[in-house]
């Protein structure tokens, strides 16, 4: 398994491993897309969505999960928590090491001015 | 973060539980496959902040969670063997009966109606199936579901538009041959969703865990009689035509 070569990521996937790799310890169905939502903001992300790609996710290795104890606010049903394996570190690390190259390329292109002032813009949006 | 979005603050400030009626839970619960029903249905309940929020939350996370399970449960090669194996039994039905319904208008689209609606009847089966110890007799019912609500379709079209319904003899007879076919193809190769698993074990360890049938450990039996049931009825068919 820790020689296998991670798959290239979707963006989505992308997102819900971060969201995961995130909340650490918390990382559950509804912090999970609380967290998706805020990170594709403002794009609207749905709950199934959400556990779709969970599910492909575990299916490929990358994250794996556990119920927890029911607990009294979910009605006394238990919360399937998730945590990001090793094979799914490498593959956002991967993700991550490409959308720098991008991000570079596209500084070198449209110039370091452009990505200062876009930089500021995107800051504020994401307050 | 998350924790208690199902409560809110009331009017004299104390925290004021809202949570969803236990008929709408009860209905989101039938609709959701038991492998992931307890989790999702938690996750609505405590995202519950009125009923509408809950009715299109539901609305929007049920039918993802269904196609996920089915994706998850459906080998994509077994689902093609069982989807031939359901539309020779219908066409074998009708060149052993009557050969002459073949050349009717529409015949092969006809055939191939009660075999698609027991190909769904299958996938669902599959996904709404709890994990437990596998059990020959648990891997028929599936394929008794499938049949049952073919001959459903059957009747359904028979009153809605007869032109597309398939003789009462043909539908029957094809469904009892459907039955023992996808049965055998089932002991074959047993579906995901009906092995052991921990709520801990990856999802991808299970897809591996499903191996074929040990031919030469306890279902040998039944797969031999299945065999050996499948020949008598052919021969017994045969015979009877000719």
Same mark, same amino acid.
């Given at each position: 398994?820790?020689?296998?070569?991670?798959?290239?990521?979707?963006?989505?996937?992308?997102?819900?491993?971060?969201?995961?790799?995130?909340?650490?310890?918390?990382?559950?169905?509804?912090?999970?897309?609380?967290?998706?939502?805020?990170?594709?903001?403002?794009?609207?992300?749905?709950?199934?969505?959400?556990?779709?790609?969970?599910?492909?996710?575990?299916?490929?290795?990358?994250?794996?999960?556990?119920?927890?104890?029911?607990?009294?606010?979910?009605?006394?049903?238990?919360?399937?928590?998730?945590?990001?394996?090793?094979?799914?570190?490498?593959?956002?690390?991967?993700?991550?090491?490409?959308?720098?190259?991008?991000?570079?390329?596209?500084?070198?292109?449209?110039?370091?001015?452009?990505?200062?002032?876009?930089?500021?813009?995107?800051?504020?949006?994401?307050? | 973060?998350?924790?208690?979005?199902?409560?809110?603050?009331?009017?004299?400030?104390?925290?004021?539980?809202?949570?969803?009626?236990?008929?709408?839970?009860?209905?989101?619960?039938?609709?959701?496959?038991?492998?992931? %029903?307890?989790?999702? &249905?938690?996750?609505?309940?405590?995202?519950?902040?009125?009923?509408?929020?809950?009715?299109?939350?539901?609305?929007?996370?049920?039918?993802?969670?269904?196609?996920?399970?089915?994706?998850?449960?459906?080998?994509?090669? &077994?689902?093609?063997?069982?989807?031939?194996?359901?539309?020779?039994?219908?066409?074998?039905?009708?060149?052993?009966?009557? %050969?002459?319904?073949?050349?009717?208008?529409?015949?092969?689209?006809?055939?191939?109606?009660?075999?698609?609606?027991?190909?769904?009847?299958?996938?669902?089966?599959?996904?709404?199936?709890?994990?437990?110890?596998?059990?020959?007799?648990?891997? &028929?019912?599936?394929?008794?579901?499938?049949?049952?609500?073919?001959?459903?379709?059957?009747?359904?079209? %028979?009153?809605?538009?007869?032109?597309?319904?398939?003789?009462?003899?043909?539908?029957?007879?094809?469904?009892?041959?459907?039955?023992?076919?996808?049965?055998?193809? %089932?002991?074959?190769?047993?579906?995901?969703?009906?092995?052991?698993?921990?709520?801990?074990?990856?999802?991808?360890?299970?897809?591996?865990?499903?191996?074929?049938?040990?031919?030469?450990?306890?279902?040998?039996?039944?797969?031999?009689?299945?065999?050996?049931?499948?020949?008598?009825?052919?021969?017994?068919?045969?015979?009877?035509?000719?």
């Amino acid at each position: 398994m820790a020689d296998r070569k991670p798959d290239s990521l979707g963006q989505f996937e992308q997102l819900v491993l971060t969201a995961i790799l995130s909340l650490r310890e918390n990382a559950y169905g509804v912090t999970i897309h609380a967290k998706v939502q805020e990170l594709a903001a403002p794009r609207d992300v749905s709950l199934g969505a959400v556990y779709v790609t969970l599910d492909r996710l575990e299916d490929k290795g990358y994250i794996a999960s556990w119920k927890s104890d029911p607990t009294p606010e979910r009605g006394g049903r238990a919360k399937r928590c998730y945590r990001v394996e090793a094979l799914g570190e490498r593959a956002l690390q991967e993700s991550a090491i490409t959308a720098k190259r991008m991000w570079d390329a596209v500084e070198q292109a449209w110039g370091k001015q452009w990505a200062k002032g876009w930089g500021k813009r995107w800051g504020k949006q994401a307050g | 973060m998350g924790e208690g979005l199902g409560q809110t603050m009331g009017q004299t400030g104390g925290l004021t539980p809202q949570r969803p009626s236990k008929l709408a839970e009860a209905v989101v619960a039938f609709l959701i496959p038991p492998a992931s %029903r307890e989790e999702i &249905v938690g996750d609505l309940h405590e995202r519950y902040r009125s009923s509408t929020q809950y009715a299109i939350d539901a609305a929007r996370t049920i039918p993802l969670a269904i196609v996920s399970r089915i994706r998850r449960t459906a080998d994509p090669q &077994v689902v093609l063997m069982q989807a031939f194996a359901l539309y020779l039994s219908f066409l074998g039905a009708a060149w052993l009966r009557d %050969r002459s319904f073949l050349f009717t208008d529409w015949a092969l689209l006809r055939l191939a109606i009660p075999a698609a609606v027991a190909m769904l009847g299958l996938i669902l089966e599959d996904a709404w199936t709890q994990a437990g110890p596998s059990n020959p007799l648990l891997l &028929v019912r599936g394929p008794a579901f499938a049949v049952c609500l073919a001959l459903l379709s059957q009747a359904s079209l %028979r009153l809605g538009d007869p032109r597309f319904a398939l003789p009462n003899w043909l539908a029957l007879f094809g469904g009892a041959i459907a039955l023992l076919f996808c049965s055998v193809v %089932r002991m074959l190769f047993p579906p995901a969703g009906g092995q052991l698993h921990q709520a801990n074990a990856p999802a991808h360890w299970l897809r591996r865990s499903v191996a074929p049938i040990d031919v030469h450990g306890r279902y040998s039996q039944v797969i031999r009689a299945a065999f050996v049931l499948i020949v008598l009825v052919v021969g017994y068919l045969v015979w009877t035509k000719y």
